[in-house]
């Protein structure tokens, strides 16, 4: 049988050897659930990147600049990093450089992976049907918070772990801890979070409605991919 694994902080990530394995990355709250909306609705590529000097910078060869820092739209930048912002019509056909605080960090540290594919509540089934089908083993990477371990994206990595119990076996006991927080929280996701760290951090800078849609499954049949740098539809 495959097996599933998951990494709680990308600060961990010397732990787990990715080579044989898709790495599915996430960040609940917000930039995996921004991605996952944007080219959903239209958008043709989104390239992550860590640096933000360097996402600035290829604004000249035809990009939009997107994204945050410590939950507020950069300065300069086009778009920030709430999933509203990407239903655009603007935005269609369009490419986008997108840097966050931990999610395309997190994208970053996956490199060298099998294949990276992006991960948000509001893809839920299609990513589990992918991993489902697919031949590689599995790793959840949360991208946490400046490497400290996070509920939402323990709660989604959890869900996965759930969700493909009777294809692909646990690894370890990160898969076995997040399965059962995910199954005390699954009936009121936004009720359990609620003194999460992020929740609060969001609550402070008045954004509260992207945190009811970011943990609201299924909204979008579509699994980002990482290809040649940038995330694609690929079906
Ligand atoms: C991140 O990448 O850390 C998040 O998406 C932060 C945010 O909610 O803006």
Redesign the pocket.
């Known amino acids: 049988m495959k097996t599933i694994d998951v990494c709680l902080s990308p600060d961990l990530m010397h732990l787990y050897p990715v080579g044989d394995r898709v790495v599915v990355v996430v960040?609940i709250?917000?930039?995996t659930s921004?991605m996952v909306t944007a080219l959903a609705h239209g958008v043709k590529s989104i390239r992550p990147f860590a640096n933000l000097e360097e996402c600035r910078a290829i604004k000249a060869q035809g990009y939009y600049t997107a994204g945050?820092r410590n939950?507020e739209k950069v300065e300069g930048f086009d778009f920030g990093?709430s999933p509203f912002e990407y239903m655009n019509k603007k935005l269609k056909d369009e490419k986008i450089a997108f840097t966050?605080?931990?999610?395309?960090q997190a994208i970053a540290k996956s490199q060298g992976a099998k294949e990276i594919i992006i991960g948000s509540f509001i893809n839920l089934s299609a990513v589990t049907e992918y991993l489902k089908n697919g031949s590689n083993n599995v790793l959840v990477v949360c991208?946490a918070?400046k490497g400290k371990v996070n509920l939402e994206d323990t709660l989604f990595a959890g869900a996965l772990v759930e969700n493909l119990k009777n294809n692909i076996e646990p690894d370890c006991d990160a898969p076995l801890a997040a399965q059962h927080l995910y199954n005390l929280a699954k009936k009121d996701m936004v009720g359990f979070l609620k003194g999460s760290s992020?929740v609060k951090r969001?609550n402070r800078l008045n954004i509260h409605k992207d945190i009811e849609f970011c943990l609201t499954p299924d909204q979008y049949p579509v699994v980002p991919k990482l290809i040649n740098n940038e995330l694609i539809l690929t079906q």
């Not at 966050?100 to 395309?104: D, K, R, S």
Request: aromatic share 6%; charged share 20%; net charge negative.
């Open positions: 960040d709250l917000r930039a921004c945050e939950g990093n966050t605080t931990n999610g395309t991208a918070w992020h969001l």
